[in-house]
């Protein structure tokens, strides 16, 4: 049982995971491009892993705003959701133009 000032710390390490994680996939959409055994086990483009991963943390950080119990908590919440909403955005912008320009 939780005394009075303790705190859950899971969902403070899933909180502070998932921002580690969006701070990350910017570096990933340079990093991936480079290493073909992704695309050579996948099947799937590149960036289309990297897109992925994004969602998988997009929602990683809406499930840790549940578990905000303060403000610092409830701000790595909120920039986790901006940093990897744009980049999802930008993903897919990206890879329909790459589709577009293939036809």
């Known amino acids: 049982m939780m005394k009075n000032?303790?705190?859950k710390q899971s969902g403070t390490s899933m909180n502070m995971?998932?921002?580690?994680l969006a701070i990350g996939c910017p570096f990933l959409v340079f990093l991936v491009p480079q290493n073909n055994v992704l695309s050579n086990l996948t099947g799937l483009h590149h960036l289309e892993v990297v897109l992925y991963l994004t969602i998988i943390i997009f929602?990683?950080?809406?499930?840790?705003f549940k578990?905000?119990?303060?403000?610092?908590s409830?701000?790595?919440s909120v920039f986790t959701i901006v940093i990897t909403f744009t980049?999802?955005?930008?993903l897919c912008f990206v890879l329909f133009i790459g589709e577009m320009m293939e036809r």
């Not at 995971?17 to 580690?20: E, V, Y």
């Not at 578990?67 to 610092?72: D, F, G, M, V, Y």
């Not at 980049?87 to 930008?90: D, E, G």
């Open 67 to 72: 578990e905000a119990t303060n403000w610092k």
């Open 87 to 90: 980049m999802i955005f930008y």
């Open 17 to 20: 995971f998932s921002l580690i």
């Open 59 to 64: 929602f990683m950080g809406m499930f840790s």
């Open 74 to 76: 409830m701000t790595r």
């Open 5 to 7: 000032g303790e705190r």
